[in-house]
């Protein structure tokens, strides 16, 4: 996400924001036409503004020059290569980005959502927890939009799962220093459990990271995976100690390995890849962090064949906000960040690099791992989001 949550931590931000998108009520909002948290009322103006339709990006352009603008909130701050190409593609329509991590732009879209406000009209985030599904999208304060002739080139499970529309996934994996290590020195996730690795992995804290806590929650639901990966790795069956299950115990037994926790990937790739090092740690951090290998002169590199799995995928996800008062703009905006119809769009160009898989067939990849041979974990936002809350306060018991 690459920012923290201010103030508070992810915890009770994300408690706080249930709460106000549960007391959404039926009234209408001050400064807008549809009832506040109205899923009904939500549903009849995507119709109306024909989010179930695909048009063409010509017919698009003509309607979005109207409106002159378009809102967007991205969890990325390369928005701003977007905001350039979309400018200069389509002349007399002008981008308006802010670049929020995905926790504060939840918090955001509910707060204003609730007073009447409708002021993004594209969303670019990642699930946090399941809770843009289970929740915002429930309610109706963010919408799919799915053009069929876009979904169509995509390959599955993009193409046909209901999250929300896909351009391209990440993961979270192990990175390491390549001028130390020939070849990646984690195999296996238990590894960093061990006395050599005591002291010497940096993660983002799970309590400001939602990404860290969405894959601590991909290791208990795949306890099963953890338990086998164990044996694989310690010759025994594994000893829970109490704990629910393998994923649940892994987590407890890297809490006492001290870890180093940190508020940003940057920061840990940073001090993974220095130059220079005889005994570097190693850091968990997003795929996309290789870019600053090139940028800063690290040395990066990071292991995808891993067991049980590298970790689960993290789908980067495009919304259309309720109300939006840019619907077209938006519309020809998110076929932008997703390549056009013919794949050749620049507007996907700045999410098309080294850790980053997009999702379409017919677009050619940066990245030498085919998305197929990825191995990961599916993002299940119902079981983060039902089970988030007992693997916040299991962890906070570790500390």
Same mark, same amino acid.
């Given at each position: 996400?690459?920012?923290?949550?201010?103030?508070?931590?992810?915890?009770?931000?994300?408690?706080?924001?249930?709460?106000?998108?549960?007391?959404?009520?039926?009234?209408?909002?001050?400064?807008?036409?549809?009832?506040?948290?109205?899923?009904?009322?939500?549903?009849?103006?995507?119709?109306?503004?024909?989010?179930?339709?695909?048009?063409?990006?010509?017919?698009?352009?003509?309607?979005?020059?109207?409106?002159?603008?378009?809102?967007?909130?991205?969890?990325?701050?390369?928005?701003?290569?977007?905001?350039?190409?979309?400018?200069?593609?389509?002349?007399?329509?002008?981008?308006?980005?802010?670049?929020?991590?995905?926790?504060?732009?939840?918090?955001?879209?509910?707060?204003?959502?609730?007073?009447?406000?409708?002021?993004?009209?594209?969303?670019?985030?990642?699930?946090?927890?399941?809770?843009?599904?289970?929740?915002?999208?429930?309610?109706?304060?963010?919408?799919?939009?799915?053009?069929?002739?876009?979904?169509?080139?995509?390959?599955?499970?993009?193409?046909?799962?209901?999250?929300?529309?896909?351009?391209?996934?990440?993961?979270?994996?192990?990175?390491?220093?390549?001028?130390?290590?020939?070849?990646?020195?984690?195999?296996?996730?238990?590894?960093?459990?061990?006395?050599?690795?005591?002291?010497?992995?940096?993660?983002?804290?799970?309590?400001?990271?939602?990404?860290?806590?969405?894959?601590?929650?991909?290791?208990?639901?795949?306890?099963?995976?953890?338990?086998?990966?164990?044996?694989?790795?310690?010759?025994?069956?594994?000893?829970?100690?109490?704990?629910?299950?393998?994923?649940?115990?892994?987590?407890?037994?890297?809490?006492?390995?001290?870890?180093?926790?940190?508020?940003?990937?940057?920061?840990?790739?940073?001090?993974?890849?220095?130059?220079?090092?005889?005994?570097?740690?190693?850091?968990?951090?997003?795929?996309?962090?290789?870019?600053?290998?090139? /940028?800063? !002169? *690290? +040395?990066?590199?990071?292991?995808?064949?891993?067991? %049980?799995?590298? =970790?689960? &995928?993290? #789908?980067?996800?495009?919304?259309?906000?309720?109300?939006?008062?840019?619907?077209?703009?938006?519309?020809?905006?998110?076929?932008?960040?997703?390549?056009?119809?013919?794949?050749? /769009?620049? !507007? *996907? +160009?700045?999410?098309?690099?080294?850790?980053?898989? %997009?999702?379409? =067939?017919? &677009?050619? #990849?940066?990245?030498?791992?085919?998305?197929?041979?990825?191995?990961?974990?599916?993002?299940?936002?119902?079981?983060?989001?039902?089970?988030?809350?007992?693997?916040?306060?299991?962890?906070?018991?570790?500390?």
């Amino acid at each position: 996400m690459g920012k923290t949550a201010s103030r508070t931590t992810i915890a009770l931000l994300l408690s706080s924001v249930l709460l106000a998108v549960s007391g959404c009520g039926g009234t209408t909002g001050s400064k807008g036409n549809a009832a506040n948290g109205d899923s009904g009322n939500a549903a009849g103006w995507a119709e109306k503004a024909g989010l179930n339709k695909t048009e063409t990006s010509a017919e698009l352009y003509a309607k979005a020059k109207e409106e002159g603008s378009v809102v967007l909130y991205s969890m990325s701050s390369r928005v701003s290569d977007v905001k350039d190409s979309f400018e200069a593609k389509y002349p007399g329509v002008k981008v308006e980005a802010y670049n929020i991590s995905s926790v504060d732009m939840l918090e955001k879209l509910v707060r204003e959502h609730g007073a009447g406000i409708y002021n993004a009209d594209v969303i670019f985030t990642k699930d946090t927890g399941g809770t843009f599904t289970m929740e915002l999208l429930k309610k109706g304060i963010v919408h799919k939009y799915m053009p069929s002739d876009l979904v169509g080139k995509m390959v599955e499970p993009y193409k046909t799962q209901v999250d929300g529309f896909v351009p391209y996934v990440e993961v979270r994996g192990i990175f390491y220093n390549s001028e130390v290590y020939k070849t990646p020195p984690i195999t296996n996730w238990w590894d960093l459990t061990t006395p050599e690795w005591k002291g010497r992995l940096m993660i983002s804290d799970p309590m400001k990271s939602a990404d860290t806590m969405d894959l601590f929650l991909a290791f208990v639901q795949n306890a099963d995976d953890m338990k086998q990966a164990y044996k694989e790795k310690f010759g025994k069956d594994i000893e829970l100690n109490g704990s629910p299950n393998a994923g649940y115990e892994f987590i407890r037994r890297l809490a006492k390995n001290d870890l180093i926790l940190t508020n940003s990937g940057g920061d840990i790739v940073k001090a993974v890849g220095k130059t220079g090092q005889t005994k570097p740690p190693v850091g968990l951090a997003v795929s996309t962090k290789l870019r600053e290998a090139q /940028g800063q !002169g *690290l +040395k990066l590199g990071v292991s995808y064949d891993i067991k %049980p799995k590298v =970790s689960h &995928v993290e #789908q980067a996800l495009l919304y259309i906000g309720d109300q939006s008062k840019h619907p077209n703009a938006a519309k020809l905006l998110i076929r932008w960040m997703a390549g056009e119809a013919d794949g050749n /769009g620049d !507007g *996907l +160009k700045p999410f098309n690099i080294w850790g980053a898989w %997009p999702t379409r =067939s017919d &677009v050619k #990849q940066v990245e030498d791992l085919p998305l197929a041979k990825l191995n990961v974990w599916k993002y299940d936002p119902v079981f983060y989001y039902e089970n988030s809350p007992k693997v916040r306060d299991f962890w906070l018991k570790q500390q």
